[in-house]
C-alpha cells in the first residue's frame, strides 16, 4: 500500500471536537448560524458528465468549460475541501469568493469527461464515493471509476475524495435515514460500520479520504447526523440549496447545502443561483 501524502494531519485529533460537540445541550443539528471571519461559500454539485443527451443529471464537457469559465470570470476561485475544512478547523485562509465544486457516486463519466476540463483549467474538485460501487458491488461493471482509479485520480493534485456512504447509498432503505422500529443505537451502529467499512476499502486502495459525507440522495436525518459526527465525520453535505456561511467554527462544516447543476439549465442560470 503506497502513502499518502496530504495537508490534514491536524484534522485527524479534531474529529474528537466533532463527538464533543454532540454533548453540547440544545444542539441545534440543523441551525446553520456561526460566528466569526465569515466567508460565504457556494458548492456546486455534479453527476454525470458525458456527451450524451443533457438530462437532469447530465453535462456535457462543454457545459462543464462554460461553468468553469464563467465561475472564474465572475471572480469565484475554486477550492479544495481540505481547505475549507482547514478555515473552520485550523485557522487556514480561504480566496475571496471561493467556491466548491463537487461530483456526486464517481461513475466513470467523471474520468472521462470531467478530469480533462477540470486539468485544462487548474481546477480542484471533490468526488463522493460509493464505497460498493467503486469496489465493483453495486451497479452495472464499469459504472463506477474503481477505488485504485480513484487513488491514481487522487495523485493528479486535483481531486480529493469524501464518503457517500459504502453500501447506503441504495433504495433499500432511505439512504442513511433511521428506520421505522429501528433503535438510535442499532442505527448508530450500522453508521458507524459503514464508516468504518469505507474507510477499510479507501486504505486498501491506498486512496486518501477526507473525514467529510455526503447524504445519499439528500435524505436528511437528525439521528444520522449525530451518528455520523460520533463516527469520526467533520463535515456533512445535503442536497439543500443554499449558501453556506463558513467561520472559525466547527459547527459551520456540517449540513453545507449544495446547489444541483442540472443539465437542463443553462451556465447563466447556475450562476444566478450562486448569488
Known amino acids: 500500500m503506497k502513502e499518502k501524502k496530504g495537508g490534514l494531519g491536524a484534522l485527524c485529533y479534531l474529529a474528537v471536537l466533532a463527538v464533543a460537540l454532540l454533548a453540547l445541550p440544545g444542539l441545534l443539528l440543523f441551525d446553520h448560524r456561526c460566528a466569526g471571519d465569515e466567508v460565504l461559500l457556494p458548492v456546486v454539485m455534479y453527476h454525470r458528465v458525458g456527451e450524451n443527451a443533457a438530462d437532469e443529471y447530465t453535462v456535457s464537457p462543454r457545459q462543464l468549460e462554460y461553468d468553469l469559465e464563467a465561475l472564474l470570470a465572475a471572480g469565484y476561485r475554486p477550492v479544495r475541501l481540505s481547505e475549507v475544512l482547514a478555515y473552520a478547523l485550523e485557522g487556514g485562509s480561504l480566496p475571496h469568493k471561493p467556491v466548491l465544486l463537487v461530483f456526486d457516486d464517481a461513475d466513470v463519466s467523471f474520468a472521462r469527461g470531467a478530469m480533462p476540463v477540470l486539468k485544462q483549467y487548474g481546477v480542484p474538485a471533490v468526488v463522493s464515493v460509493i464505497g460498493d460501487g467503486a469496489a465493483g ?68 486502495a491506498g486512496a486518501a479520504l477526507l473525514p467529510a459525507f455526503a447524504y445519499p440522495y439528500g ?57
Do not use: I
Not at 485520480?153 to 421505522?180: C, I, K, M, W
Open 137 to 204: 458491488v453495486q451497479g452495472e461493471a464499469g459504472e463506477y471509476l474503481t477505488w485504485r482509479q480513484l487513488a491514481a485520480l487522487e495523485d493528479t493534485g486535483f481531486v480529493e475524495l469524501q464518503s457517500h456512504s459504502a453500501s447506503l447509498h441504495t433504495y433499500a432503505r432511505p439512504g442513511v435515514r433511521r428506520l421505522a422500529g429501528e433503535s438510535r443505537a442499532d442505527h448508530a451502529a450500522l453508521l458507524a460500520a459503514d464508516a468504518a467499512k469505507m474507510q477499510a476499502m479507501a486504505t486498501e
Open 219 to 275: 435524505a436528511l436525518d437528525a439521528d444520522a447526523e449525530q451518528a455520523l459526527r460520533a463516527a469520526g465525520m467533520l463535515a456533512t453535505m445535503t442536497s439543500e440549496e443554499h449558501l453556506n456561511r463558513l467561520t472559525r467554527s466547527p459547527e459551520c462544516l456540517f449540513l453545507l447545502g449544495r446547489f444541483e447543476r442540472s443539465g437542463r439549465m443553462t451556465t447563466a442560470q447556475l450562476l444566478e443561483k450562486l448569488k
